[in-house]
């Protein structure tokens, strides 16, 4: 697990439904085929209303013409982030548009259990709300043994909640090497990937 | 001290004596379920993880039942299911309901009950977050994504954190004309959707414990519009009466001490209650209906597994028959059970179906269809900035299809009479007539 993760700040508000990550209509698409997930990148957050998206000034697209690739990479959202189904494709759109951390004020729990099972990013809790404190487009880097984001734009650090018990699943990679890792399952279990 | 229903379910499967909310515990899985959306990611995670050649850890707790994305010339959504095909048959699992069959159900979570894999006392996951409708059976159950799934798929076990309770009581009777549909968008408006996040919710009260099997489904799947883990209700004899003509599989009953913590507790007067409806864009944007009666409407939507269940749609038949609505009316039987009973259930002589026809609403076929929107050709789907009344549960923007659409939440009586009005209307206008 990288100990520091550095990117450009994408900014969104409360209330963030899975809906709104990945719009139901493209949920069609596999996520093991390597060229049909790349949808899920084309099409993370396209479901955010046009002035929530990228705040403080809104109508900034997450990902460009088409691209399954996105600039930013570090997350931050308001309370009860990713609220709504428990679609992985939620987090999966994510990680494949190249998210690396979210920072929001809180989760919703398939989505946050969804996200450290998964290991798609890792999802941290802010102390104090960051959303008006962030700007889209903001340099931020986190630092996750001091447990702090610093927003280099602003020249401004911050205070992280501690990742708590889930932070065994997060530094094994995903619960299935969690599970390797304590014996749960045996480590030889694995199909070629 | 004593435990709540959740804590002695989760405790009995994790084979301790008690937990504690918040014990990050190991359990056994009794049922797992999941459907066409989800199925096939889990399928090739389960595959990468435990190898091309594994096998499910019991072929008879898997349940899989297509019902997302199912009328529709999508030629992915199409390919999903034979995909889901493809695993049944390497897996040789009893318990799949094929699309284009005479076994396909429909609606993942009224099928499961109907299908007899709701019984007191069990532990059952599914890929879906309204997995919390099974609660009502008096058993836990949540939501989960596809990892946790192939994970257990693979070993039987899942981990689980203990949720705190929160304990909602309604003492009384309810009025006629409010359904468990306000209850719960009443409960959602006054905590939050984040009001039970980590949380059981926990329905108890004799107004509770006098609503039918539907209702109290209808209670506990919006448990996660609240961000609740679990919904939960303890089995009486209304539950074993619906469980016992769907299966003779063995159930344990369990209930809440009388000395357990609840983390909150809220005691509301049933007869007080009054139709609600949860306005755009958020399922808690809570208001009575009688302060919403000049909103127009575009549509009306009567279906999902919130809405679309047999005691639905005879409330709805109640308010239609022998009227005509003014606006398009859509209606969509959760699952093949319920519909084939649209065509046996009478009402003053006349079947519901004919009801509903005569009233000039159009009638679908049971899946989730435009509850969440789906592929472009989906039955119902919402259109640009149409203004729907909807029995369904989230109206978070674009669920319904389209993002500039107005979605508001109610209830089958609510909606029917608004169908009929063309407005949102409170449905005691004809009922207490
Ligand atoms: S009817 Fe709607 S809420 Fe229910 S399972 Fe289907 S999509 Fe989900």
């Known amino acids: 697990m990288d100990k520091v993760i550095e990117g450009i700040a994408y900014v969104l508000g409360n209330d963030i439904d899975t809906d709104q990550i990945i719009p139901a209509e493209h949920l069609v698409y596999s996520l093991s085929d390597p060229e049909e997930r790349k949808h899920y990148g084309k099409f993370a957050l396209s479901g955010v209303p046009d002035d929530q998206a990228g705040l403080p000034d809104g109508k900034i697209p997450f990902t460009e013409n088409g691209q399954s690739e996105s600039k930013y990479s570090i997350i931050i959202g308001g309370k009860n982030f990713g609220c709504g189904s428990s679609r992985e494709h939620a987090p999966a759109c994510m990680e494949i548009a190249g998210v690396r951390a979210v920072v929001a004020e809180s989760y919703a729990r398939i989505f946050y259990r969804n996200s450290v099972d998964g290991g798609f990013f890792i999802p941290f809790e802010c102390v104090t709300r960051m959303v008006e404190e962030i700007k889209t487009g903001d340099d931020l880097v986190i630092d996750l043994n001091a447990s702090t984001l610093t927003n280099r734009s602003a020249n401004k650090t911050y205070e992280l909640k501690s990742l708590g018990e889930v932070i065994e699943i997060i530094e094994a990679g995903d619960i299935f090497e969690y599970a390797r890792k304590t014996g749960m399952i045996p480590s030889t279990s694995r199909g070629g990937s | ?433």
């Open chain 2, 1 to 433: 001290m004593g435990m709540t229903i959740t804590e002695k379910i989760l405790a009995a499967h994790a084979d301790k004596e008690s937990v504690r909310p918040g014990d990050n515990i190991w359990v056994d899985v009794d049922v797992l379920m999941t459907h066409d959306v989800c199925g096939p990611g889990t399928f090739a995670i389960f595959k990468k993880q435990f190898g091309e050649n594994a096998k499910v850890w019991d072929r008879d707790k898997v349940v899989i039942i297509p019902d997302h994305f199912i009328f529709t010339k999508d030629t992915h959504a199409n390919r999903n299911i034979d995909i889901l095909r493809q695993f049944v048959k390497e897996q040789s699992l009893p318990h799949y309901y094929d699309v284009g069959t005479d076994n396909y159900k429909g609606v993942c979570h009224l099928a499961l009950a109907q299908e007899g894999f709701n019984r007191p006392g069990e532990v059952l996951f599914g890929t879906d977050s309204h997995t919390s409708t099974s609660g009502a059976f008096g058993m836990f159950s949540t939501g989960i994504g596809n990892t946790d799934a192939a994970f257990i798929l693979g070993t039987g076990k899942l981990w689980v954190k203990v949720p705190e309770t929160m304990c909602f009581e309604f003492t009384g009777t309810f009025p006629e004309h409010v359904m468990a549909k306000d209850v719960i968008l009443n409960v959602i408006g006054d905590i939050g959707v984040d009001g039970a996040t980590y949380r059981a919710m926990e329905w108890r009260g004799d107004a509770v414990m006098s609503l039918s099997m539907e209702e109290r489904m209808t209670l506990c799947n919006m448990a996660i519009e609240a961000g609740g883990k679990n919904g939960i209700i303890e089995a009486d004899d209304v539950t074993l009466d619906y469980v016992r003509q769907r299966t003779d599989a063995p159930y344990k009953i369990y209930k809440t001490d009388a000395d357990a913590q609840y983390f909150f507790k809220k005691t509301y007067n049933a007869s007080e209650m009054e139709p609600i409806v949860a306005k755009p864009h958020s399922p808690d944007n809570k208001a009575k209906v009688s302060d919403c009666v000049d909103v127009k409407l575009d549509r009306a939507y009567i279906g999902s597994c919130t809405g679309g269940k047999l005691t639905d749609f005879m409330a709805a038949a109640r308010l239609l028959k022998g009227k005509k609505v003014k606006i398009d009316t859509f209606i969509v039987p959760a699952t093949r059970e319920v519909e084939q009973d649209l065509y046996k259930e009478k009402m003053g002589g006349e079947t519901l179906i004919d009801i509903f026809k005569n009233a000039g609403a159009y009638l679908g076929d049971p899946s989730c269809a435009a509850c969440l929107g789906g592929p472009k050709d989906t039955f119902g789907r919402a259109k640009d900035n149409q203004v729907v009344i909807s029995t369904t549960n989230r109206n978070f923007p674009g669920r319904m299809g389209s993002k500039q659409a107005h979605v508001y939440l109610a209830s089958p009586y609510t909606a029917a009479a608004s169908a009929l009005t063309g407005h949102i209307t409170n449905p005691a206008d004809f009922i207490n007539k």
